[in-house]
């Protein structure tokens, strides 16, 4: 236990559906991560926020909404998605994203999305 | 952005000591180092970090080299439970991890 959650485990969607992926932190944590792991890639970063503000967005395309309501919960909506788009969707927490010296991030369990 | 390299895949006898080495040869003088594990289909989890000192926790030690330009990580007594992709990381001055592709590590019995 990481003290990072995320619900559901695992999601099957058609690319009509909408969904929502949650993460919660038990941490006290005030940065929060989304990555996207597709098979036999490297993490890829694709959202941060910090104190409920988004902080970074890489280039990751407007089907991907994300939504950070206070500095515990993090959800990432989804909306017609590509079978490309299956992969898992990891969260994670860190106290001070800035913090370069020390800041580890703890990662949640992930969400294995597939997209039919 | 400084990259790592790292060799894909290696085992390790249980028991014995895993050194894992990363080269980061473009690495700045601010930029850290970080090691991060991931076990089949979990999250990636923290283990170590340094900017130029050695430096050991209880799971494992990293020994960086005095020109900074590469690291090895250390894994004192392998155990099965430490079969991983393990991950060497230096976080840019913007916060920012970037994952390369690890080296996939077997502990052997």
């Known amino acids: 236990e990481t003290g990072v959650t995320q619900t559901p485990r695992h999601l099957v969607m058609g690319m009509t559906n909408k969904k929502s992926l949650k993460c919660e932190q038990h941490?006290?944590?005030?940065?929060m991560y989304w990555y996207k792991q597709s098979a036999k890639k490297p993490l890829e970063l694709m959202f941060v926020?910090?104190?409920?503000?988004?902080?970074e967005n890489n280039s990751v395309p407007s089907r991907f909404s994300p939504e950070c309501p206070n500095s515990s919960h993090l959800f990432l909506h989804l909306h017609t998605l590509q079978p490309e788009d299956s992969a898992l969707y990891l969260c994670?927490?860190?106290?001070?994203?800035?913090?370069?010296?020390?800041?580890?991030?703890?990662f949640g369990p992930g969400t294995r999305l597939t997209v039919l | 952005d400084a990259k790592t390299t790292q060799p894909p895949s290696m085992d390790c006898a249980e028991g014995r000591a895993a050194n894992l080495p990363c080269n980061h040869s473009?690495?700045?003088?601010?930029?850290?180092v970080y090691w991060y594990r991931q076990i089949h289909s979990q999250g990636p989890q923290y283990i170590i970090h340094?900017?130029?000192n050695n430096e050991t926790n209880e799971m494992a030690s990293l020994i960086i080299t005095e020109d900074r330009k590469s690291s090895t990580l250390i894994l004192p007594h392998a155990t099965l439970r430490d079969t991983a992709v393990y991950y060497c990381?230096?976080?840019?001055?913007?916060?920012?991890?970037?994952f390369g592709a690890g080296t996939q590590v077997v502990v052997t019995p």
């Open positions: 941490l006290g944590h005030n940065a």
């Open positions: 340094g900017l130029k």
């Open positions: 994670a927490s860190s106290q001070d994203w800035r913090d370069i010296s020390g800041d580890e991030q703890f």
């Open positions: 926020y910090s104190l409920e503000e988004r902080v």
């Open positions: 473009t690495i700045s003088g601010n930029e850290y």
């Open positions: 990381i230096v976080r840019d001055p913007w916060g920012k991890f970037q």
